[in-house]
């Protein structure tokens, strides 16, 4: 049987959320499976990848060919890997004991680069935020200057528009005065 390792999409229009799965390679996309192994979910940051290592890793040494995406998948969390280095204990090339010891350098990298980009995704979306709430004030003092020039521009006009009336009514009083 052509077996596969795929994903089996799941979730609502424009909510992808993905179940890895082994598959006969003629059965529908979402049709029958032979084992779920894991959990995909693409729209978070970092994507959330929840997989049964040691099925996975069965799998893909029993032949099981996986579909871009999946090897992908597969690859960030190390399976392939461990696919490759246990080849080479097969091969004699390493020990088992090797083949630990790399692994586990590998993983504990890989831990450190995600643990760093969590942490920088978290720090920029602080930044992100403080940055759009200054821009947000500055453009607010701008509008408050604003405002406040256009009601001092109307208190002004307003005062020459006074100022002829009351020398008009000062003038018209001198002449009362005088003609008395």
């Known amino acids: 049987m052509p077996t ?4 089996q ?3 609502k229009k424009g909510k992808p959320f993905y179940h890895i799965v082994i598959a006969d390679s003629r059965a529908p996309r979402d049709g029958r499976k032979t084992e779920n192994i894991g959990t995909y979910d693409p729209i978070s940051n970092p994507a959330v990848i ?4 040691e099925r996975a890793l069965h799998w893909v040494q029993v ?15 190390g399976v392939l890997y461990k696919h490759h280095l246990l080849k080479g204990v097969t091969k ?3 020990t088992e ?3 630990e010891v790399k692994f586990n350098e590998w993983l504990k990298d890989k831990e450190s680069r995600i643990g760093a980009k969590k942490s920088n995704l978290a720090t920029s979306a602080r930044d992100l935020k403080k940055e759009r709430l200054a821009a947000e004030a500055k453009v607010n003092e701008a509008r408050v200057a604003e405002f406040n020039k256009r ?3 109307e208190q002004e006009a307003a005062r020459a528009a006074l100022a002829p009336v009351e020398e008009a009514e000062t003038s018209e009083e001198t002449t009362e005065e005088s003609a008395e």
Do not use: C, H, W
């Open 4 to 7: 596969k390792i795929r994903l």
């Open 50 to 53: 929840e997989l049964n290592f």
């Open 97 to 99: 004991e090797q083949v």
């Open 92 to 94: 004699g090339a390493l």
């Open 151 to 153: 009601i001092a521009d």
């Open 63 to 77: 032949g099981a060919e996986p579909t871009d995406t999946v090897r992908a998948i597969l690859s960030y969390k």
């Open 9 to 11: 999409r799941f979730g």
